[in-house]
T-cell receptor, first 111, second 115 residues
């Protein structure tokens, strides 16, 4: 089945710096790659997603890139703010609709 | 904005007791999921429904876990008997259709502590 690996497990940046989280997946049939942000004790919330027919998508300070050949995708957060501090999960979905999540990255943005 | 509703938010139960969680997906969403999230890990799929039918329960520990969605709307996840290792957050989620690209929306989750 699909296997999603996420790195790093923790990331600490200074406010205003950029943060990059990377994920790899194993099933080349995967065609949908969402990123979720989860604050302590709360639900995972979708922040951005990318489908297999595009290589990059941007929404204000957040961008995601997808390299289908290498089977990896990345989340980029620019101009980080303290409220960006949370756990971020990548996920990959393949044709039978089972979405697999990475283990998560705890991002801390220091003021 | 429509949300996935779950209850209870918090549940403490003793080992070997039964516990049940309820979920009401976003109106019109045909696909419903139950995930388990252990602290510090990503969500893991337990069971997926398309309308009232189970389409994937390969990761559901069927000796103690059961799930149903009788009318294709709300759903119940039951654990009987509960074990210490079942302590986790149980997340319900829904999506519009059973396609590979529909956004999955999560509920607030039900925290279970087994003592």
């Amino acid at each position: 089945g699909e296997n999603v690996e996420q790195h790093p497990s923790t990331l600490s940046v200074q406010e205003g710096d950029s943060a990059v989280i990377k994920c790899t997946y194993s099933d080349s049939a995967s065609n949908y790659f969402p990123w979720y942000k989860q604050e302590l004790g709360k639900r995972p919330q979708l922040i951005i997603d990318i489908r297999s027919n595009v290589g990059e998508k941007k929404d204000q300070r957040i961008a995601v890139t997808l390299n289908k050949t290498a089977k990896h995708f990345s989340l980029h957060i620019t101009e980080t703010q303290p409220e960006d501090s949370a756990v971020y999960f990548c996920a990959a979905r393949y044709n039978n609709n089972d979405m697999r999540f990475g283990a998560g990255t705890r991002l801390t943005v220091k003021p | 904005e429509a949300e996935v509703a779950q209850s209870p938010r918090y549940k403490i139960t003793e080992k070997s007791q039964a516990v049940a969680f309820w979920c009401d997906p976003i109106s019109g969403h045909a696909t419903l999921y139950w995930y388990r999230q252990i602290l510090g890990q990503g969500p893991e799929l337990l069971v997926q429904f398309q309308d009232e039918s189970v389409v994937d329960d390969s990761q559901l520990p069927k000796d103690r876990f059961s799930a149903e969605r009788l009318k294709g709307v709300d759903s119940t996840l039951k654990i009987q008997p509960a074990e210490l290792g079942d302590s986790a957050m149980y997340l319900c989620a829904s999506s519009l259709r059973r396609t590979g690209r529909d956004t999955i929306y999560f509920g607030e989750g039900s925290w279970l502590t087994v003592v």
